[in-house]
Protein backbone atom coordinates (compact mmCIF):
# COMPACT_ATOMS: atom_id res chain seq x y z
CA UNK A 1 0.00 0.00 0.00
CA UNK A 2 1.60 3.20 -1.31
CA UNK A 3 0.20 7.00 -0.11
CA UNK A 4 2.53 8.67 -1.84
CA UNK A 5 0.17 9.91 -5.11
CA UNK A 6 -2.04 11.77 -2.49
CA UNK A 7 -2.40 14.86 -1.66
CA UNK A 8 0.28 15.83 0.87
CA UNK A 9 -2.33 16.91 3.54
CA UNK A 10 -3.59 12.98 3.79
CA UNK A 11 -0.32 11.81 3.51
CA UNK A 12 0.90 13.90 6.70
CA UNK A 13 -2.29 12.97 8.85
CA UNK A 14 -1.89 8.83 7.38
CA UNK A 15 1.45 9.33 8.63
CA UNK A 16 0.71 11.32 11.49
CA UNK A 17 -1.89 8.71 13.02
CA UNK A 18 -2.23 5.47 11.13
CA UNK A 19 1.90 4.73 11.40
CA UNK A 20 1.48 1.77 13.36
CA UNK A 21 -1.12 0.33 10.78
CA UNK A 22 0.66 1.33 7.47
CA UNK A 23 4.48 0.66 8.60
CA UNK A 24 4.75 0.73 4.69
CA UNK A 25 4.23 4.27 4.09
CA UNK A 26 7.64 5.70 2.95
CA UNK A 27 7.15 9.25 4.98
CA UNK A 28 6.23 7.25 8.01
CA UNK A 29 9.53 4.95 7.56
CA UNK A 30 11.61 8.28 6.81
CA UNK A 31 10.96 9.88 9.84
CA UNK A 32 11.11 6.86 12.00
CA UNK A 33 14.79 5.34 10.61
CA UNK A 34 17.56 6.97 11.96
CA UNK A 35 18.87 9.46 8.99
CA UNK A 36 22.57 11.56 8.74
CA UNK A 37 24.11 13.03 6.66
CA UNK A 38 27.79 12.91 6.48
CA UNK A 39 28.77 16.19 4.77
CA UNK A 40 26.23 19.34 6.59
CA UNK A 41 28.52 22.71 5.55
CA UNK A 42 26.04 24.37 7.52
CA UNK A 43 28.35 26.17 9.71
CA UNK A 44 29.80 28.50 7.30
CA UNK A 45 26.37 30.40 7.77
CA UNK A 46 27.25 31.18 11.08
CA UNK A 47 29.24 34.43 10.43
CA UNK A 48 26.20 35.41 8.82
CA UNK A 49 24.57 38.26 10.90
CA UNK A 50 21.68 37.18 12.56
CA UNK A 51 21.39 34.42 11.66
CA UNK A 52 19.85 31.41 13.79
CA UNK A 53 20.08 27.72 12.87
CA UNK A 54 16.91 27.74 14.96
CA UNK A 55 14.91 30.16 12.26
CA UNK A 56 13.12 28.85 9.86
CA UNK A 57 14.88 30.04 6.18
CA UNK A 58 14.09 29.61 2.61
CA UNK A 59 16.60 28.58 0.17
CA UNK A 60 14.98 30.77 -2.22
CA UNK A 61 15.46 33.40 0.01
CA UNK A 62 18.38 33.27 1.40
CA UNK A 63 20.47 30.53 -0.37
CA UNK A 64 20.92 28.34 3.32
CA UNK A 65 19.32 24.70 3.13
CA UNK A 66 20.22 23.48 6.55
CA UNK A 67 18.21 24.56 10.09
CA UNK A 68 16.34 22.54 12.65
CA UNK A 69 12.94 23.78 11.58
CA UNK A 70 13.73 22.13 7.80
CA UNK A 71 15.61 19.53 9.49
CA UNK A 72 12.51 18.35 11.45
CA UNK A 73 10.45 18.78 8.23
CA UNK A 74 12.51 16.82 6.12
CA UNK A 75 13.33 14.22 9.39
CA UNK A 76 16.97 14.82 9.41
CA UNK A 77 18.89 13.66 12.59
CA UNK A 78 21.74 15.18 12.25
CA UNK A 79 25.05 13.95 10.74
CA UNK A 80 28.53 15.27 10.45
CA UNK A 81 28.92 19.24 11.19
CA UNK A 82 31.83 20.32 8.83
CA UNK A 83 35.00 22.22 10.06
CA UNK A 84 35.67 23.61 6.25
CA UNK A 85 39.15 25.85 5.78
CA UNK A 86 39.66 27.49 2.17
CA UNK A 87 43.10 26.66 1.12
CA UNK A 88 46.08 29.30 1.64
CA UNK A 89 49.68 29.42 1.19
CA UNK A 90 51.74 26.48 2.52
CA UNK A 91 53.45 28.81 4.94
CA UNK A 92 53.43 29.29 8.63
CA UNK A 93 51.48 32.19 8.50
CA UNK A 94 48.78 30.49 6.09
CA UNK A 95 49.53 27.31 8.71
CA UNK A 96 48.16 29.96 11.76
CA UNK A 97 45.46 32.17 10.08
CA UNK A 98 44.03 28.88 8.86
CA UNK A 99 44.20 27.28 12.21
CA UNK A 100 42.58 30.23 13.83
CA UNK A 101 39.61 29.74 11.63
CA UNK A 102 39.27 26.47 12.06
CA UNK A 103 39.28 26.69 15.94
CA UNK A 104 36.61 29.34 15.50
CA UNK A 105 34.43 27.13 13.62
CA UNK A 106 34.89 24.32 16.06
CA UNK A 107 33.48 26.61 19.08
CA UNK A 108 30.81 28.38 17.06
CA UNK A 109 29.27 24.73 16.45
CA UNK A 110 29.65 23.66 20.28
CA UNK A 111 28.13 27.08 20.89
CA UNK A 112 25.10 26.50 18.81
CA UNK A 113 24.61 23.34 20.44
CA UNK A 114 25.39 24.48 24.11
CA UNK A 115 22.45 27.30 23.42
CA UNK A 116 20.23 25.00 21.67
CA UNK A 117 20.59 21.52 24.23
CA UNK A 118 16.50 20.61 24.19
CA UNK A 119 17.76 20.47 20.06
CA UNK A 120 21.16 19.62 19.74
CA UNK A 121 23.63 17.38 21.11
CA UNK A 122 27.36 16.70 20.04
CA UNK A 123 27.92 13.10 19.19
CA UNK A 124 31.81 11.51 19.87
CA UNK A 125 30.71 7.73 19.56
CA UNK A 126 29.49 5.33 16.95
CA UNK A 127 26.35 4.51 19.70
CA UNK A 128 25.73 7.71 20.60
CA UNK A 129 23.31 8.83 17.36
CA UNK A 130 20.64 6.52 17.81
CA UNK A 131 20.71 7.57 21.77
CA UNK A 132 20.37 11.22 21.00
CA UNK A 133 18.10 10.82 18.11
CA UNK A 134 15.51 8.68 20.38
CA UNK A 135 15.49 11.54 22.98
CA UNK A 136 14.59 14.26 20.34
CA UNK A 137 17.15 15.76 19.48
CA UNK A 138 19.37 16.16 16.62
CA UNK A 139 23.03 14.90 16.17
CA UNK A 140 26.07 16.84 15.74
CA UNK A 141 29.38 14.47 14.81
CA UNK A 142 32.14 17.09 14.10
CA UNK A 143 34.49 17.04 10.75
CA UNK A 144 37.11 18.65 8.98
CA UNK A 145 37.21 19.08 5.56
CA UNK A 146 40.90 20.07 5.01
CA UNK A 147 43.53 19.39 7.13
CA UNK A 148 45.66 22.14 6.31
CA UNK A 149 45.20 24.46 9.71
CA UNK A 150 47.26 21.83 11.14
CA UNK A 151 50.40 22.76 9.96
CA UNK A 152 53.21 20.84 10.00
CA UNK A 153 52.12 19.50 13.73
CA UNK A 154 50.26 16.02 13.38
CA UNK A 155 49.93 16.55 17.61
CA UNK A 156 47.29 19.27 16.38
CA UNK A 157 44.69 16.42 15.64
CA UNK A 158 44.94 15.08 19.25
CA UNK A 159 43.58 18.49 20.22
CA UNK A 160 40.83 18.61 17.82
CA UNK A 161 39.90 15.30 18.58
CA UNK A 162 39.72 16.33 22.72
CA UNK A 163 37.76 18.76 21.33
CA UNK A 164 35.17 16.20 19.53
CA UNK A 165 36.81 15.95 16.20
CA UNK A 166 35.66 12.43 14.61
CA UNK A 167 36.22 12.65 10.87
CA UNK A 168 38.82 14.45 9.19
CA UNK A 169 39.80 14.71 5.08
CA UNK A 170 43.40 15.62 4.39
CA UNK A 171 42.67 18.54 1.68
CA UNK A 172 40.11 20.50 -0.12
CA UNK A 173 40.50 22.55 -3.60
CA UNK A 174 44.64 22.45 -3.62
CA UNK A 175 47.28 20.19 -3.04
CA UNK A 176 48.83 20.92 0.49
CA UNK A 177 51.35 19.64 3.41
CA UNK A 178 49.73 16.65 3.56
CA UNK A 179 48.61 15.44 0.22
CA UNK A 180 47.90 15.98 -3.55
CA UNK A 181 43.96 17.16 -3.99
CA UNK A 182 42.12 16.10 -7.24
CA UNK A 183 42.36 19.85 -8.76
CA UNK A 184 45.34 20.72 -7.09
CA UNK A 185 49.68 20.17 -8.38
CA UNK A 186 50.79 16.57 -8.11
CA UNK A 187 53.41 17.19 -5.70
CA UNK A 188 53.86 14.23 -3.52
CA UNK A 189 52.45 12.08 -5.40
CA UNK A 190 49.73 11.38 -2.90
CA UNK A 191 50.09 11.77 0.23
CA UNK A 192 53.59 13.79 1.80
CA UNK A 193 55.53 11.77 4.47
CA UNK A 194 53.74 14.31 7.28
CA UNK A 195 50.67 12.96 5.33
CA UNK A 196 51.39 9.87 5.99
CA UNK A 197 51.97 10.42 9.78
CA UNK A 198 48.24 11.95 9.64
CA UNK A 199 46.94 8.84 8.69
CA UNK A 200 48.78 6.62 11.68
CA UNK A 201 47.38 9.38 14.17
CA UNK A 202 43.69 9.44 12.96
CA UNK A 203 43.96 5.65 12.92
CA UNK A 204 45.62 6.40 16.67
CA UNK A 205 43.15 8.56 17.91
CA UNK A 206 40.04 6.82 16.18
CA UNK A 207 39.36 9.59 13.82
CA UNK A 208 37.31 8.57 10.35
CA UNK A 209 39.79 9.05 7.52
CA UNK A 210 37.34 10.93 4.59
CA UNK A 211 38.82 10.69 0.66
CA UNK A 212 37.00 13.36 -0.63
CA UNK A 213 38.91 15.80 -2.36
CA UNK A 214 41.82 13.49 -2.26
CA UNK A 215 43.12 12.91 -5.42
CA UNK A 216 43.38 9.34 -7.00
CA UNK A 217 46.57 8.46 -5.60
CA UNK A 218 46.02 10.06 -2.02
CA UNK A 219 42.54 8.10 -2.16
CA UNK A 220 44.81 4.98 -3.09
CA UNK A 221 47.34 5.25 -0.54
CA UNK A 222 45.16 6.63 1.91
CA UNK A 223 42.85 3.06 1.67
CA UNK A 224 46.58 0.78 1.72
CA UNK A 225 47.70 2.90 4.75
CA UNK A 226 44.59 3.29 7.21
CA UNK A 227 44.19 0.06 9.71
CA UNK A 228 40.81 0.86 9.07
CA UNK A 229 37.86 1.57 6.90
CA UNK A 230 37.88 4.76 5.06
CA UNK A 231 34.70 6.91 3.90
CA UNK A 232 34.09 9.37 1.01
CA UNK A 233 31.87 11.69 2.98
CA UNK A 234 30.29 13.43 -0.25
CA UNK A 235 31.73 12.07 -3.59
CA UNK A 236 30.09 10.84 -6.42
CA UNK A 237 30.25 8.33 -9.08
CA UNK A 238 32.80 8.46 -12.34
CA UNK A 239 30.58 6.58 -14.25
CA UNK A 240 27.84 9.44 -14.21
CA UNK A 241 30.16 12.15 -15.30
CA UNK A 242 34.05 12.29 -15.98
CA UNK A 243 34.82 14.74 -13.30
CA UNK A 244 37.88 14.41 -10.88
CA UNK A 245 36.09 14.93 -8.05
CA UNK A 246 34.22 11.84 -9.11
CA UNK A 247 35.44 8.07 -8.03
CA UNK A 248 35.71 5.73 -10.89
CA UNK A 249 34.44 2.29 -10.13
CA UNK A 250 37.16 0.20 -9.65
CA UNK A 251 38.13 2.64 -6.77
CA UNK A 252 34.91 2.20 -5.05
CA UNK A 253 34.85 -1.02 -5.21
CA UNK A 254 38.94 -1.15 -3.73
CA UNK A 255 36.76 1.11 -1.07
CA UNK A 256 34.12 -1.64 -0.28
CA UNK A 257 36.40 -4.17 -0.13
CA UNK A 258 38.14 -2.42 2.32
CA UNK A 259 34.75 -2.25 4.58
CA UNK A 260 34.35 1.68 3.56
CA UNK A 261 31.59 3.44 2.37
CA UNK A 262 30.73 6.17 -0.22
CA UNK A 263 28.15 9.08 0.33
CA UNK A 264 26.96 9.85 -2.49
CA UNK A 265 27.05 13.29 -3.23
CA UNK A 266 24.90 15.48 -5.21
CA UNK A 267 27.85 17.59 -7.60
CA UNK A 268 29.30 16.95 -10.23
CA UNK A 269 26.82 14.42 -11.75
CA UNK A 270 26.44 16.16 -14.97
CA UNK A 271 28.77 19.24 -16.88
CA UNK A 272 28.16 22.44 -15.58
CA UNK A 273 26.30 24.87 -17.19
CA UNK A 274 26.80 29.15 -17.65
CA UNK A 275 26.39 31.53 -15.13
CA UNK A 276 26.95 34.45 -15.71
CA UNK A 277 24.24 36.05 -12.91
CA UNK A 278 26.16 34.22 -10.32
CA UNK A 279 29.29 34.91 -11.18
CA UNK A 280 29.34 38.86 -12.17
CA UNK A 281 27.67 38.56 -8.17
CA UNK A 282 30.09 36.53 -6.81
CA UNK A 283 32.48 39.64 -6.08
CA UNK A 284 30.26 41.73 -4.31
CA UNK A 285 28.98 38.23 -2.08
CA UNK A 286 32.81 38.19 -0.56
CA UNK A 287 32.18 41.31 1.15
CA UNK A 288 28.86 40.43 1.62
CA UNK A 289 29.57 40.00 5.67
CA UNK A 290 30.81 43.90 5.66
CA UNK A 291 27.70 45.23 4.49
CA UNK A 292 24.86 46.97 6.37
CA UNK A 293 22.30 44.15 7.27
CA UNK A 294 19.34 45.68 4.89
CA UNK A 295 22.04 45.62 1.60
CA UNK A 296 23.73 42.22 3.11
CA UNK A 297 19.99 40.78 3.03
CA UNK A 298 18.91 42.26 0.00
CA UNK A 299 22.11 40.61 -1.62
CA UNK A 300 21.41 37.42 -0.41
CA UNK A 301 18.04 36.98 -1.59
CA UNK A 302 19.56 38.39 -5.28
CA UNK A 303 22.51 35.57 -4.46
CA UNK A 304 19.35 33.44 -4.10
CA UNK A 305 17.16 33.87 -6.71
CA UNK A 306 20.37 33.97 -9.64
CA UNK A 307 21.33 30.44 -7.96
CA UNK A 308 17.84 29.06 -8.91
CA UNK A 309 17.68 30.69 -11.49
CA UNK A 310 21.09 29.86 -13.19
CA UNK A 311 21.74 25.85 -11.86
CA UNK A 312 24.72 24.73 -11.70
CA UNK A 313 23.96 21.98 -13.92
CA UNK A 314 21.17 20.18 -15.36
CA UNK A 315 21.52 17.40 -12.52
CA UNK A 316 17.69 16.91 -11.39
CA UNK A 317 16.60 14.17 -8.58
CA UNK A 318 16.20 11.34 -10.90
CA UNK A 319 20.42 12.04 -11.54
CA UNK A 320 21.11 12.37 -7.82
CA UNK A 321 18.90 8.61 -6.90
CA UNK A 322 20.52 7.53 -10.79
CA UNK A 323 24.05 8.13 -8.64
CA UNK A 324 23.28 6.49 -5.60
CA UNK A 325 21.55 3.45 -7.14
CA UNK A 326 24.50 3.18 -9.75
CA UNK A 327 26.96 2.82 -6.35
CA UNK A 328 24.43 0.00 -4.71
CA UNK A 329 24.77 -1.79 -8.08
CA UNK A 330 28.10 -1.71 -8.12
CA UNK A 331 29.02 -2.93 -3.95
CA UNK A 332 25.91 -3.55 -2.42
CA UNK A 333 23.74 -1.47 0.11
CA UNK A 334 26.11 -2.06 2.59
CA UNK A 335 28.81 0.46 1.42
CA UNK A 336 26.75 3.59 0.23
CA UNK A 337 25.24 6.40 2.44
CA UNK A 338 23.97 10.06 1.99
CA UNK A 339 26.24 13.26 1.96
CA UNK A 340 24.67 15.68 -0.57
CA UNK A 341 27.19 18.37 0.44
CA UNK A 342 24.43 20.91 2.01
CA UNK A 343 25.49 25.02 2.19
CA UNK A 344 28.56 23.68 0.37
CA UNK A 345 27.07 24.13 -3.02
CA UNK A 346 24.98 21.11 -2.99
CA UNK A 347 21.63 20.39 -4.10
CA UNK A 348 19.73 19.77 -7.36
CA UNK A 349 16.89 20.53 -9.42
CA UNK A 350 13.98 18.83 -7.39
CA UNK A 351 15.88 18.20 -4.02
CA UNK A 352 17.48 21.89 -2.97
CA UNK A 353 16.81 22.23 0.49
CA UNK A 354 17.01 19.21 3.49
CA UNK A 355 13.45 19.86 3.77
CA UNK A 356 13.29 17.23 0.87
CA UNK A 357 15.48 14.52 2.00
CA UNK A 358 12.34 12.14 2.50
CA UNK A 359 12.11 11.83 -1.50
CA UNK A 360 15.49 9.93 -1.10
CA UNK A 361 13.95 7.41 0.85
CA UNK A 362 10.38 7.18 -0.79
CA UNK A 363 12.72 6.59 -4.45
CA UNK A 364 14.68 4.12 -2.64
CA UNK A 365 12.10 2.48 -1.37
CA UNK A 366 10.38 2.51 -4.45
CA UNK A 367 13.15 0.60 -6.29
CA UNK A 368 12.45 -2.13 -4.02
CA UNK A 369 14.66 -1.87 -1.15
CA UNK A 370 13.94 -2.93 2.29
CA UNK A 371 13.38 -0.69 5.58
CA UNK A 372 16.78 -2.37 6.53
CA UNK A 373 18.35 -1.41 3.79
CA UNK A 374 17.43 2.22 3.57
CA UNK A 375 18.41 2.72 7.48
CA UNK A 376 22.36 1.48 6.01
CA UNK A 377 22.49 3.65 4.10
CA UNK A 378 21.20 6.90 5.71
CA UNK A 379 23.02 5.55 8.84
CA UNK A 380 23.95 2.00 9.65
CA UNK A 381 26.85 2.11 7.40
CA UNK A 382 28.52 5.17 8.61
CA UNK A 383 27.89 3.95 12.01
CA UNK A 384 29.25 0.90 11.00
CA UNK A 385 32.84 2.44 9.91
CA UNK A 386 33.12 4.46 12.99
CA UNK A 387 32.72 1.69 15.13
CA UNK A 388 35.58 -0.41 13.25
CA UNK A 389 37.22 3.10 13.66
CA UNK A 390 37.30 3.19 17.18
CA UNK A 391 37.42 -0.61 17.45
CA UNK A 392 40.81 0.12 15.31
CA UNK A 393 41.97 2.63 17.74
CA UNK A 394 41.42 0.32 20.83
CA UNK A 395 38.50 2.76 21.96
ZN1 LIG B 1 33.70 19.55 -0.34
Given at each position: MRFRHLPLLVLACVAGTASAQAPEDPAAIHQAILTLDTHLDSPANFDQPGWQITDRHDVAQDGTQVDLPRMIEGGLDGGFWVIYTAQGPNDARGYAVALAHALKRLHQIHDFVAANPQSFAIATRASDARRIAASGQRVVYLSMENSYPLGNDIANLDAFYQLGLRMAGPVHNGTNQLADSTNGEAVHGGLSELGRDWVREANRLGIIIDGSHAADSTFDQLLELSRAPIILSHSGPRALHDHPRNVDDARIKALAAKGGVIQI????LSPNKPRPTVDALRPRMKEADSLPPSERAALMRQWAEANVAEPPSDTDFDRYMQAIFHCIDLVGVDHVGIGADWDGGGGVIGLNQISQIPKITEALLARGLSREDVEKIWSGNVLRVMAEVERVAGK
Open positions: NSLF
